[in-house]
C-alpha cells in the first residue's frame, strides 16, 4: 500500500483516528491518512459518503468529535482556519459578489498586510497564467463560469496555501469544458508543485487527476492507492464494484476441493484456483466467494469453446460496443471491440481468464487473490 | 389555462393578440385600484388647504373652493389666528418642537435597534448564540398589547426619571422595534450563502471582517428596507409617546392629537401636520430607493 511517491516525501498532513458525528450520525469513521508534499490526492466515493466533511474538518470549517489533524507537523485540530494557511475552492466558487475580480484576488493578500505594490504584482502575476487579465475589473457576478472557477482557483492560490482543498470544483461545468478544465487543472498543479486535495464523485476525474486515490465509502477510508492499484488490486467488493464503467461482473462462485485440486465452481464450470489456494483456504471459503471480472476482460472466443451466452443488449460506442449477456439467469457485461459485429439475440461463446479476475470472500466482502494462475 | 396557453410562444403556438377589451378593462382595473389607495392621500392634501367652512361641507368637492395657507401658518404660529378656525384653536405651542423631538428620538431609536437587530441576527445565524429559540425570545416583546407594558414601564420610568425625555422614548422604541429588525435582517443574512463567508474566513479574516467585509455590503438592501420599516414604525407610534411624554418630549403623532377643541376636530390643522409629517417618510424612502429594489426581491444572493 505504500505510496508510488516513495517514501522519501515529506508526510504534509496527518489525520489520526479523525472521527465526526452529527447528532448521533457518523459522517466520518476514524480515519487515518497521511497526505505528502507535492501530491494531487483526490477522495472519491458516492455523495454522502463523508468525503467533504472530511475536507472542512481539514480546513478548520467544522471540528472533528474525535482524533487529531497535523499541518507541517502542528497539531492544528483546534487551531482556527484563519490561521490554517490552507486554500480551499467551493463547489459554486463562492466568489464575493459585491467585489471585483481583482478586489477579490486582493482580499487575503490585503489580510497579510502586503503593500498595495506587491499586491498588484503578484495580482497580474497570476492573472496572466489564468487568463483573467481582461477582467480584473469586473464584478464578479457577471462572469461566466469558466472564468468564476479560475477566479476561485487564483484567489486560493495567492495566499500561498501550505495546501489547496478543492471540493467538486468542476461539478457545474458543462461536459466537453470540463475535461479541457481538467486538464488545466492538472497542468497547474505540475507547474505550481502544490498539494492538492480534490473531491469528487466522478471516478474519471479522479482516475485521470490524481497521483493517490482514496476511496471512501459510509464515512470509511475503504483503500487509498494509485490509480492502477486501485483499478487493478481493489481490497474489497465496494472499491471492485465502484472503480471501473461499466462495473465489474461479480459472480457468486462455489469452492471445491477434489483430489488435491482447489476449484470455484460456478454453473456447472470449473476454474483451477490451485495457484492462490493458500489464501483462499484462509478465507473460509466455505461460506462463499465471490468472483470478479471486469467487462473489458471478458473475451470473445470461438464456437464451442467457453462459455455460451445470449447477447440480450449491444450498445455500441463506436471503437467498442458493451454487451449484456445473458448465461442463463446471470446477466454478464462485456467491453468488446466494435469490429467483433455482435448482433442482439445471437448466442456468442466468451472466456473468463482467471489471469485477470479477482476472488473476494462473500462473507466479508475482502480481496482474497488477485489475477490468478 | 386558456389565457396562459395562449400566451406561451412555441412553435406550434401563435400568440394571439389581445383584444381592445381586454386592454380597456386592464386599465380600469389599474386605475380603480390606485384611485381607491391614493384617495385618502388626496383627500388629506385637499382638506389642508382648504378653510374652516368647507371641512364638513356637504356635498364635498375634491379642489378646496377657496384655497389657503392658513392651515399650515397656524401650525408655525400657532398666536396668529385667523378667521374661525384660529379663534377654537387651543394649541399654544408651535410644531416645531415636537418636530426636534421626533428627529431626535426617531433616527436614533431605528439607528440602534437596526444595529443592534443586524448584529444579534448574524450572532443568532451565523453562530446559534442563545440557542434556536432566542429570535423567539426576542420576539416575546411583540405578543402581547402595547398597553400591557405600560404600566410597570410608567414605574420604572418614573423611579429612573426617564419620563418626558428624549432618551426613555428612545430606549422604548429601539426595544419594541428590535424584534422586527433582527427577524427582517435575519432573513437577509440566512439568504447570504455560507460558503461565501467560509471562503473569506480560509483566506484569513476574522469575523468581524468578515461581517464587514463580506456579510454587510451583500445584505445592504435588506438594511435599507429594515431600516425605512423601522423608521415609519417608530415616526408614527402614538400610545408610548402620549404616556411617556407630558409637554418636553412630544413627538409629532402626540402633537397631531392635540389638535381637537371643545367644540370639534380641527380637519385642517390636522391634515396639513399629516401632510408635514409624512414628508421625512417619502423624503428616506426616495433617498435609499436604489437599495430598496434589492432589499424587497428578497434572495436575490441566491447563487
Known amino acids: 500500500m505504500e505510496n508510488k511517491l516513495g517514501p522519501e516525501r515529506n508526510v504534509l498532513l496527518s489525520l489520526k483516528g479523525v472521527h465526526k458525528e452529527f447528532n448521533g450520525f457518523v459522517a466520518v469513521n476514524r480515519i487515518d491518512l497521511d497526505v505528502y508534499e507535492g501530491e494531487f490526492l483526490c477522495f472519491l466515493g458516492p455523495s454522502g459518503c463523508g468525503k467533504t466533511t472530511t475536507l472542512r474538518m481539514i480546513a478548520g470549517l467544522e471540528t472533528p468529535t474525535d482524533g487529531e489533524i497535523y499541518l507541517k507537523g502542528q497539531r492544528i485540530t483546534h487551531m482556527p482556519p484563519q490561521q490554517r494557511n490552507i486554500g480551499f475552492v467551493f463547489q459554486n466558487y463562492a466568489l464575493f459578489w459585491h467585489m471585483t475580480v481583482y478586489d477579490n484576488l486582493a482580499f487575503g493578500l490585503r489580510i497579510r498586510r502586503l503593500s498595495p505594490k506587491e499586491i498588484d504584482r503578484r495580482i497580474r502575476e497570476v492573472a496572466e497564467r489564468f487568463e483573467l487579465t481582461d477582467v480584473l475589473r469586473k464584478k464578479a457576478t457577471y462572469l461566466d463560469l469558466s472564468s468564476m472557477q479560475r477566479v476561485a482557483l487564483a484567489r486560493a492560490i495567492l495566499i500561498e496555501p501550505y495546501l489547496l482543498l478543492l471540493d467538486e470544483p468542476l461539478n457545474n461545468i458543462r461536459p466537453g469544458l470540463r475535461e479541457l478544465m481538467r486538464a488545466d487543472l492538472k497542468r497547474m498543479q505540475r507547474d505550481l ?21 482514496l476511496v471512501m465509502n459510509e464515512g470509511r477510508v475503504e483503500q487509498i492507492g494509485s490509480p492502477l492499484e486501485i483499478y487493478q488490486q481493489p481490497v474489497n467488493l465496494f472499491v471492485a464494484g465502484f472503480i471501473g464503467r461499466p462495473p465489474m461482473n461479480l459472480i457468486p462462485v462455489q469452492y471445491e476441493v477434489t483430489a ?17 489456494k493458500e489464501q483462499v483456504e484462509k478465507s473460509k471459503p466455505e461460506r462463499g466467494l465471490v468472483l470478479g471480472i471486469r467487462p473489458e476482460h471478458v473475451r470473445l472466443s470461438p464456437e464451442g469453446l467457453g462459455i455460451p451466452a445470449l447477447v440480450e443488449v449491444v450498445q455500441p460506442l463506436g471503437r467498442k460496443d458493451i454487451l449484456v449477456l445473458k448465461i442463463e439467469d446471470t446477466l454478464l457485461q462485456a467491453v468488446v471491440y466494435g469490429g467483433a459485429k455482435v448482433r442482439e439475440g445471437a448466442i456468442i461463446w466468451v472466456e473468463v481468464p482467471l489471469r485477470d479476475a479477482h476472488l473476494f470472500s462473500a462473507d466479508t466482502g475482502r480481496a482474497v487473490a488477485h489475477g490468478i494462475g | 389555462m386558456k389565457m396562459l396557453g395562449s400566451r406561451r410562444v412555441g412553435a406550434s403556438q401563435v400568440v394571439r393578440p389581445k383584444s381592445t377589451i381586454f386592454w380597456i378593462l386592464r386599465w380600469a382595473a389599474i386605475l380603480a385600484t390606485l384611485a381607491f389607495f391614493s384617495f385618502p392621500t388626496v383627500w388629506l392634501l385637499s382638506i389642508s388647504f382648504k378653510p374652516p367652512i368647507e371641512w364638513m361641507a356637504f356635498p364635498p368637492t375634491l379642489v378646496p373652493r377657496n384655497p389657503t395657507f392658513d392651515n399650515y401658518v397656524v401650525l408655525f404660529r400657532p398666536e396668529l389666528p385667523k378667521g374661525t378656525a384660529g379663534a377654537m384653536l387651543r394649541v399654544t405651542e408651535p410644531v416645531t418642537k415636537s418636530f426636534v423631538n421626533s428627529f431626535i428620538i426617531v433616527p436614533v431609536a431605528t439607528f440602534i435597534s437596526v444595529v443592534c437587530g443586524f448584529l444579534a441576527a448574524y450572532a443568532v445565524t451565523r453562530f446559534r448564540v442563545g440557542g434556536a429559540f432566542m429570535p423567539f425570545f426576542v420576539l416575546t416583546t411583540r405578543m402581547f398589547p402595547p398597553a400591557a407594558f405600560a404600566v410597570p414601564l410608567l414605574l420604572y420610568y418614573r423611579w429612573l426619571r426617564l419620563i418626558d425625555t428624549p432618551i426613555g422614548l428612545i430606549v422604548i422604541y429601539a426595544g419594541f422595534t428590535l424584534a422586527f429588525s433582527l427577524w427582517m435582517t435575519k432573513g437577509f443574512i440566512e439568504g447570504v450563502p455560507r460558503h461565501v463567508e467560509e471562503a473569506a474566513i480560509l483566506d484569513g479574516a476574522s469575523p468581524w471582517r468578515v461581517l464587514f467585509t463580506i456579510t454587510l455590503p451583500l445584505v445592504k438592501g435588506g438594511l435599507a428596507a429594515t431600516t425605512l420599516f423601522v423608521f415609519i414604525l417608530n415616526w408614527t407610534e402614538f400610545l408610548y409617546a402620549l404616556i411617556f411624554t407630558s409637554t418636553r418630549s412630544i413627538t409629532v403623532p402626540v402633537q397631531l392629537s392635540h389638535y381637537v377643541g371643545a367644540v370639534g376636530r380641527f380637519y385642517g390643522p390636522q391634515a396639513a401636520l399629516g401632510v408635514v409629517a409624512s414628508i421625512p417618510v417619502v423624503a428616506l424612502g426616495y433617498m435609499i430607493q436604489k437599495y430598496l429594489v434589492t432589499g424587497f426581491s428578497f434572495g436575490l444572493l441566491k447563487r
Open chain 1, 193 to 213: 508543485g502544490c498539494t492538492m486535495i480534490y473531491v469528487t464523485h466522478d471516478q474519471e476525474e479522479a482516475m485521470t487527476l490524481g497521483d493517490r486515490i
Open chain 1, 260 to 276: 488435491e485440486q482447489a476449484w470455484v465452481v460456478w454453473k456447472g464450470y470449473r476454474w483451477s484456483v490451485n495457484s492462490v
